[in-house]
């Protein structure tokens, strides 16, 4: 089974930053994606930004500029730098790992992000 940690969470005021870390522990193999998704309230789950194995990254429109994902693959960690942050960003974020070769989708718990404005 794998695991997925997140932390960083917290809340911000417009135009801050936070970053998150999301750390993956157990029998992991063959990494296809690891990524960041949001859930607003009211609203469905978004993909945000995900980093592909071979280094490619990818964002959605609305975070793109402002917000930067990195992946550590010695730690089997992937983290999110969000800065400029806007009210609309306010959303409970998580982790996401797809690994054996796409076969598998695993999910952190979540961490609460809110802007202040």
């Known amino acids: 089974q794998v695991q997925l940690v997140e932390s960083g969470g917290g809340l911000v005021q417009t135009g801050g930053s936070l970053r998150l870390s999301c750390a993956a522990s157990?029998?992991?193999?063959?990494?296809?994606?690891m990524g960041w998704y949001r859930q607003a309230p009211g609203k469905q789950r978004e993909l945000i930004a995900v980093v592909i194995s071979e280094g490619t990254t990818n964002y959605a429109g609305s975070v793109k500029g402002r917000f930067t994902i990195s992946r550590d693959n010695a730690k089997n960690a992937v983290y999110l730098q969000m800065n400029n942050l806007e009210s609309a960003d306010t959303a409970v974020y998580y982790c996401?790992?797809?690994?054996?070769?796409?076969?598998?989708?695993?999910w952190g718990q979540g961490t609460q992000v809110t802007v202040s404005s």
């Open positions: 157990g029998s992991i193999s063959g990494i296809r994606t």
């Open positions: 996401n790992l797809n690994d054996l070769g796409g076969l598998r989708t695993t």
